[in-house]
């Protein structure tokens, strides 16, 4: 999108280069606000903090975190998942998935460490099998 002003010799508009707040070094994610719905996949490398509603599927290599307006009917596969909201699909967490008080999920967890905290809400299994499934101790 470019930006323009009003030349002041001539009637025409010229085009403005915007100046980038963001550094390559600081840490950046996403965010879905409140008023975004996203139908269909969601892909990132980067963290992802959703306040809208998601339907279809997330696949984050990083942390998604749900936040307590997010509303998310989909499967979602992260590093580390946070849901502080509603989540309607089964979540896979490569490090960990977290539920906090008054966060949401039906659906099922797959990830070596679970938190669930008190006045958390989950309907589903957990499987926390160990990445080497086939290593007898």
Same mark, same amino acid.
């Given at each position: 999108?470019? *930006?323009?002003?009003?030349?002041? @010799? #001539?009637?025409?508009?010229?085009?403005? @280069?915007?100046?980038?707040? *963001?550094?390559?070094?600081? /840490? @950046?994610?996403?965010?879905?606000?409140?008023?975004?719905?996203?139908?269909?996949?969601?892909?990132?490398?980067? $963290?992802?903090?959703?306040?809208?509603?998601?339907?279809? /599927?997330?696949? #984050?290599?990083?942390?998604?975190?749900?936040?307590?307006?997010?509303?998310?009917?989909?499967?979602?596969?992260?590093?580390? !998942?946070?849901? /502080?909201?509603? #989540?309607?699909?089964?979540?896979?967490?490569?490090?960990?998935?977290?539920? *906090?008080?008054?966060? @949401?999920?039906?659906?099922?967890?797959?990830?070596?460490?679970? !938190?669930?905290?008190?006045?958390?809400?989950?309907?589903?299994?957990?499987?926390?099998?160990?990445?080497? $499934?086939?290593?007898?101790?």
């Amino acid at each position: 999108m470019a *930006v323009f002003k009003k030349s002041d @010799t #001539v009637s025409t508009y010229e085009p403005v @280069t915007p100046i980038s707040t *963001v550094s390559a070094n600081e /840490k @950046t994610s996403s965010f879905i606000g409140k008023t975004l719905f996203i139908k269909g996949e969601v892909l990132s490398d980067e $963290e992802v903090l959703v306040e809208g509603k998601i339907e279809g /599927k997330v696949d #984050v290599k990083n942390k998604v975190i749900i936040g307590k307006n997010g509303l998310v009917n989909a499967e979602i596969e992260a590093r580390e !998942v946070i849901i /502080k909201g509603t #989540v309607n699909g089964n979540v896979k967490g490569s490090y960990k998935v977290e539920i *906090v008080p008054d966060g @949401t999920l039906n659906g099922n967890i797959v990830s070596q460490r679970v !938190v669930l905290a008190e006045g958390a809400i989950f309907k589903g299994n957990i499987d926390m099998t160990p990445r080497d $499934e086939g290593h007898e101790a």
